[in-house]
């Protein structure tokens, strides 16, 4: 492609072209202040979603199942609304203005939800034992704010870990080599902001207030905005390269009016404009892969496909244009096997955030732990990982495969889904302890019993190395493997990993208590988890991601890396 058309500082100059705005612009020096904004946006979100099943429960008044259902829900819609930023980013606006534009969508939700919570008249009413009582009006503002918040993460989510990816030149090998090491320090600042979310936020929600708990994360995306446009002169734009999805039809259109057209065995016969640079704005050229033929008739040029000289787009479509959707459709199995995962890691504030409850919370003789800060222990397990696997995992690893990077991206993943079924393990096991101790003590209705709480530790921990090599591993790969106009549109297309994980979590969870309360027992996950077998359901979570992991396997190793013209990408096959 003609580099002149891929970065700009201000829309109007290059920085490859002129060595005095590289020096200036990118790399690590931008990437400070898109780590500051990603940390103070975690930090909010995790200040909500930390907590969240408990301030149904208990202030909303919902039972368990509700609840639940409800923060899966809005958790999955988080994970939903990327889309819509990512298409805005990668067809019109950019990444930078989607980023600023859905951020002040979010700091209104926050504040809304933070009235919501400590408005008199807002807030819902709690009688003399402590049972609340919310209206319809104050349920309604509550789930608006929240929903602003969904809608607001959709256009962040999505575009700042592909913005920080942008400030590194791929064909420098200096910044190319950096880029990789700037995925796992993007997911440490992510779990920055966990970890104050899990403890400190956490301990204020249960002891201070609903009101200082919420108003807090809401200073803290106000302080991730201006964070962000601290940053604006440091930063290189990658300029929208038009709608991603309407190429996509077009090669579609384009290859079923040919479905009679004999494809060349000449693959060089194919169409593709004679310039270096790609007929996609912001995009390199990719070179002709042999699977999904099918769609190759796109690019076989016919004499009706020329009217008044001109090229009809939606009868003939380059080579990198059909290589752009193969590309999409190589993805999807892979992006396929993350739902499972996703399933998994939604427990940690939920079904994990449920047993905690029944616990011995206490921390000493006086001091009482909330449940739902044990998900801290997540967060130090990544806080841990992180530098590990760069300064010694990465080492290691090179001198047994060879890969500079240590691992391909697809064996990374492979290795954290590994690691995600003995998290449902442990999770199952210490039910099974659990429960036994209530039967012996005979304990069944007592609020806290006789078990420490710091039990759960273990399976926090292990979700918590798990997402060390798969979500990160997700992130650069679906980065690396997109195609370069629609970078932000693959990194929501994983995303929605996390929401299809969180609605399947949903699904299962009413699906299992439908079933197993049928004949009139309690059930797998009744109000009171002593009377039920919430380790069957990490059992059957375990089951599962077995099961997963031997799909992901076949399609990894069916999977072919993209070829883009230009500076080369890791071509070892996983």
Known sequence: MAEEDKYTKDGTKDYRNNPAIKQETGTWKACPYILGNECCERLAYYGINTNLVNYLKFQMNESNVVAVTNVTNWSGTCYVTPLLGAFLADAYIGRYWTIATFSIIYVFGMTLLTLSASVHGLKPFCDEKNVCHPTGLQTGIFFLGLYLIALGTGGIKPCVSSFGADQFD??????????????????????????????????????????????????????????????????????????????????????????????????????????????????????????????????????SDRIKGSIDAWRLCTVTQVEELKSIIRLLPIWATGIIFSTVYSQMGTLF????????????????????????????????????????????????????????????????????????????TLEMIRLRIVREQNSYDAKHM?????????????????????????????????????????????????????????????????????????????????????????????????????????????????????????????
């Open 353 to 428: 955030v449920l047993q905690g409850n029944t616990m011995d919370l206490h921390m000493g003789k006086s001091f009482e732990i909330p449940s739902a800060s044990l998900s801290l222990f997540d967060t130090i397990s990544v806080i841990f990982w992180v530098p590990l696997y760069d300064f010694l995992i990465v080492p290691l690893a090179h001198k047994f495969t060879g890969n500079k990077n240590g691992f391909t991206q697809l064996q990374r993943i492979a290795i954290g889904l590994v690691i995600s079924i003995f998290a449902m393990l442990a999770a199952g």
């Open 170 to 303: 791929d064909s420098d090998e200096d910044e190319k080599k950096n880029k990789s090491s700037f995925f796992n320090w993007f997911y440490f600042s992510i779990n920055i902001g966990a970890l104050v979310a899990s403890t400190v936020l956490v301990w204020i929600q249960t002891n201070v207030g609903w009101g200082w708990g919420f108003g807090i994360p809401a200073v803290a995306m106000a302080i991730a905005v201006v964070s962000f446009f601290s940053g604006t002169r440091l930063y290189r734009n990658q300029r929208p390269g038009g709608s991603p999805l309407t190429r996509i039809g077009q090669v579609l259109v384009a290859s079923f009016r040919k479905i009679g057209v004999q494809v060349p065995r000449d693959k060089s016969l194919l169409y593709e404009i004679a310039e270096e640079k790609s007929a996609v704005q912001g995009s390199r050229k990719l070179d002709h892969t042999k699977q999904f033929s099918f769609f190759d008739k796109a690019a076989v040029e016919t004499q």
């Open 450 to 574: 006789n078990m420490s709480i710091f039990w759960q530790v273990p399976q926090y921990f292990i979700i918590g190395c798990a997402e060390v090599f798969t979500f990160i591993g997700q992130l650069e790969f679906f980065y690396e493997q997109a195609p370069d106009a629609m970078r932000s549109l693959c990194s929501a297309l994983s995303l929605t990993t996390a929401a299809l994980g969180n609605y399947l979590s949903t699904l299962l969870v009413n699906i299992i208590t439908d079933i197993s309360t049928r004949d009139g027992s309690p059930g797998w996950i009744p109000d009171n988890l002593n009377y039920g077998h919430l380790h069957y359901f990490f059992w059957l979570l375990a089951v599962l991601s077995v099961l997963n992991l031997g799909v992901y396997l076949l399609v990894a190793k069916w999977y072919t890396y993209k070829r883009a013209v230009g500076p080369s990408t890791d071509n070892t096959m996983a």
